[in-house]
């Protein structure tokens, strides 16, 4: 079992940014790739940024490429997202996961492991 707990989210004005960071506890942190996926308002859960277990590679959903970020510090077992140039329409729930069986993947359906999720909201 891996525990995970989002913090860093808020209330941000358009073009400003925050960091999201997620703490795991459980199972070696380094087994796990990680993710961050968001629901905005009466959508579906999508893809966000996901993150190999070395930290060497990273995918972006479009929509977020060159202003989000996503880092992980294994040593302290936590994955951070760096959302800058934020607009209105980032404004979502997020959430971070983990999964063991691939190498890196976009699927939320291969993610075991989910954390409660964090509210951002970004202001016009």
């Known amino acids: 079992q891996v525990q995970l707990v989002e913090s860093g989210g808020g209330l941000v004005q358009a073009g400003g940014s925050l960091r999201l960071s997620c703490a795991a506890s459980?199972?070696?942190?380094?087994?796990?790739?990680l993710g961050w996926f968001r629901q905005p308002p009466g959508k579906e859960r999508e893809f966000v940024a996901t993150?190999?277990?070395?930290?060497?590679?990273?995918h972006y959903a479009d929509s977020v490429k060159g202003r989000f970020t996503i880092s992980r510090d294994n040593a302290k077992s936590t994955v951070y997202l760096q959302m800058n140039t934020l607009e209105p329409e980032d404004t979502a729930v997020y959430y971070c996961?983990?999964?063991?069986?691939?190498?890196?993947?976009?699927?939320?359906?291969?993610?075991?492991?989910w954390g409660q999720g964090i509210q951002v909201t970004v202001s016009s």
């Open positions: 993150i190999t277990r070395s930290g060497y590679v990273t």
């Open positions: 996961a983990a999964e063991s069986s691939t190498p890196i993947t976009q699927d939320p359906n291969e993610y075991d492991y």
């Open positions: 459980g199972r070696p942190f380094s087994n796990y790739v």
